[in-house]
């Protein structure tokens, strides 16, 4: 139990630290903007060497790139997640085999942990429930929208966020075509916070549920 306990409280750290991060990042592009027209008024008041003009030309150039800055933060943050969440996934798994006492050697264990972090969202499910009978009904509640979150990572990773027949094979009710672009707003962003969050919860109610019951 303790492990499960270290396991929730490390994902629930990791998942305030980006959205810490994204509020930070935000605020501070948001600072900037702000700022830059009174820097851009003083700086032109008068003579500047060489330096200064070098700097200027940094503050202008990132003042050009903020708008996209803005919207790319999420699609970093979004990866971030979710690749968090297979670090979670994995963790749950290993605190399992140690839990059930299992009779893997370690060699054992750590390959059947590297082969589950291979595999798709949907597969892991599948795995807990037919090795530790484990169901996750508020899970099973958001699939589809869940696996719309990992399907959209790996879109975003290996396919330059354009839409591809896997994604549509695997997301049969959507409306996006091959070739669209997927995007990551900020929207989405707060969708895939509360579609993790719920992955979570799920997982350590039904796991600990499973120990009491075993205790």
């Not at 690749?83 to 399992?96: Q, S, V, Y």
Request: net charge negative; with cysteine.
């Amino acid at each position: 139990m303790e492990n499960i306990d270290k396991n929730i409280a490390d994902f629930r750290q990791d998942t305030l630290e980006v959205e810490q991060f994204l509020t930070g990042t935000r605020v501070s592009y948001s600072f900037f903007k702000g700022q830059y027209p009174e820097l851009l008024r003083d700086f032109d008041k008068k003579e500047r060497d060489d330096e200064e003009v070098e700097g200027m030309e940094i503050f202008k150039k990132l003042n050009k790139s903020v708008t996209k800055y803005e919207t790319e933060i999420y699609k970093y943050c979004f990866i971030n997640l979710i690749a968090r969440t297979e670090a979670f996934l994995n963790d749950i798994l290993e605190a399992l085999y140690i839990w059930e006492n299992s009779s893997l050697t370690e060699k054992e264990r750590e390959k059947s942990i590297l082969n589950f972090s291979h595999t798709s969202f949907k597969k892991k499910m599948e795995f807990l429930k037919r090795k530790f009978n484990l169901t996750f009904p508020l899970i099973e509640e958001h699939n589809s929208d869940i696996i719309e979150l990992f399907s959209t990572r790996n879109i975003i990773l290996h396919n330059n966020g354009l839409i591809n027949e896997t994604y549509l094979k695997i997301n049969k009710t959507s409306k996006f075509t091959i070739g669209d672009k997927k995007v990551v707003d900020e929207n989405y962003l707060k969708l895939t916070f509360v579609l993790l969050i719920l992955i979570a919860k799920s997982i350590e109610e039904k796991v600990k549920e499973k120990m009491n019951a075993s205790s």
